[in-house]
């Protein structure tokens, strides 16, 4: 079984405590994430991610470190599925590069 996530602690332990799991590929105990050669080797192809927002868009993180904090979309990379969010954190704006599964916009 293939499985794409974000590896969070929290992903992490949910992932490695589900009925039926017994190992992982890759040395030690955590896995190895596959290179895009490798999925395609394997006949799975990328299903593309559309994101629902454009720059300058309020969004809110859904999962990762940052969960529940609120942001504005300063950049957007399709290719890599990936967005860099102004965050306010620690009394300043902080850039924050998140996936585009991580953000719901508001």
């Known amino acids: 079984v293939l499985v ?4 969070t602690d929290e992903s992490w332990y949910v992932v490695r405590n589900t009925r039926g799991v017994t190992g992982f590929v890759g040395p030690g105990s955590k896995p190895v994430p596959l290179t895009d050669a490798e999925i395609k080797t394997l006949g799975v192809e990328k299903i593309p991610i559309k994101l629902d927002a454009k720059v300058k868009d309020n969004v ?16 957007i990379n399709n290719e890599k599925h ?3 969010v102004m965050i306010s954190m620690f009394g300043r704006e902080t850039p924050v590069e998140l996936e585009f599964t991580q953000i719901e916009r508001l």
């Open 4 to 7: 794409k996530m974000i590896m």
């Open 60 to 75: 809110r993180v859904i999962s990762g470190p940052f969960e529940n904090f609120v942001g504005v979309i300063q950049e």
């Open 82 to 84: 990936k967005v860099k």
